[in-house]
């Protein structure tokens, strides 16, 4: 995964959370009445559903299931008020 691919996919998070349109998924997430825990739950549900993929060796399902937590994850640097560049900065601290 590219650096710009999650710079566009961030963006979008953004400008759901700024717009707030009621059809999108996004959106919906920053504002359903369990806020953080709605998004905590599901970086949960889907790790969980990452190492069931992984036992069984679903090479698709563990790409699906591992979007879905990056996804998860960057929604989730957006309600603390972070961005990319604090995930990136953690990341380098760990080279």
Known sequence: MTDEIL???????????ADLPEESYTASLFTHEKGENAVLEKLGEESTEL???????DREEIAHEG????YHLL????????????????LRERR
């Open 7 to 17: 710079d566009e996919l961030f963006e979008v998070i953004e400008q759901r959370k």
């Open 51 to 57: 190492i069931l993929a992984a036992k069984d060796d």
């Open 67 to 70: 979007a879905d937590i990056v």
């Open 75 to 90: 929604v989730l640097l957006s309600m603390k008020d972070m961005d990319l560049e604090d995930l990136r900065t953690a």
